[in-house]
Nanobody, 115 residues
Framework: QVRLVESGGGLVEPGGSLRLSCAAS????????LGWHRQAPGKQRELVAS???????TYADSVKGRFSVSRDNTRRRAYLQMNDLNPDDTGVYYC?????????WGQGTQVTVSS
């Protein structure tokens, strides 16, 4: 059974930082790319960053230069380092991976940026 579990969310002031973690099980972790998505209240879920099996990364324009995605295949974890957060970054953050012909999602972790 494929399982993704996000952690690390919370309340942070504008300009602050958070590091999200995504723990994966049930897959050969090193053979799968991973994505980080967020969903703000009343908005569609959007991809903010991804990392491939070769550690190549992509970022949404809105987070370039502020967010950094990484992975540790030994620990079967992916990370999203988020710096210089602003209120527009508020939302539920999800990690995802494609395996066995479908996309799997974690349950999400809430990030709130507010003073």
């Amino acid at each position: 059974q494929v399982r993704l579990v996000e952690s690390g969310g919370g309340l942070v002031e504008p300009g602050g930082s958070l590091r999200l973690s995504c723990a994966a099980s049930g897959i050969n972790f090193g053979l799968h790319g991973l994505g980080w998505h967020r969903q703000a209240p009343g908005k569609q879920r959007e991809l903010v960053a991804s990392i491939g099996t070769d550690h190549n990364t992509t970022y949404a324009d809105s987070v370039k230069g502020r967010f950094s995605v990484s992975r540790d295949n030994t620990r079967r974890r992916a990370y999203l380092q988020m710096n210089d957060l602003n209120p527009d970054d508020t939302g539920v953050y999800y990690c995802s991976t494609a395996a066995r012909g479908r996309t799997f999602w974690g349950q999400g972790t809430q990030v709130t940026v507010s003073s």
